[in-house]
Nanobody, 121 residues
Framework: QVQLVESGGGLVQAGGSLRLSCAASGNIFNINSMGWYRQAPGKQRELVAVITSGGSTSYADSVKGRFTISRDNAKNTVYLQTNSLKPEDTAVYYC???????????????WGQGTLVTVSS
């Protein structure tokens, strides 16, 4: 099985920054894409940013120019640098990974447990 462990959330004032990390572990063959999603209270989970194994990235319009996603393929880790944070960025941030694992290269799509980001005004 494949597991994701996130870290880096916390409380920050508006205008501040946080760096989120998500490390994948297990008998991983490859990870095609890794991404960050978030879910604010009373709202649906939404895509924040995604990065492919080749380094292509995509961002939600609401975070373009403020957030940067990156990954270290050797460490199976994805990062989300969040700058110029706003109160509306407050949410639980979830990591997601899609790829193949095990001796038979079975596909997987897994979620992390989430890390809370709170931005105070």
């Amino acid at each position: 099985q494949v597991q994701l462990v996130e870290s880096g959330g916390g409380l920050v004032q508006a205008g501040g920054s946080l760096r989120l990390s998500c490390a994948a572990s297990g008998n991983i063959f490859n990870i095609n894409s890794m991404g960050w999603y978030r879910q604010a209270p009373g709202k649906q989970r939404e895509l924040v940013a995604v990065i492919t194994s080749g380094g292509s990235t995509s961002y939600a319009d609401s975070v373009k120019g403020r957030f940067t996603i990156s990954r270290d393929n050797a460490k199976n880790t994805v990062y989300l640098q969040t700058n110029s944070l706003k109160p509306e960025d407050t949410a639980v941030y979830y990591c997601n990974a899609v790829g193949r694992y095990g001796d038979y290269y079975r596909s997987f799509a897994v979620w992390g447990q989430g890390t809370l980001v709170t931005v105070s005004s």
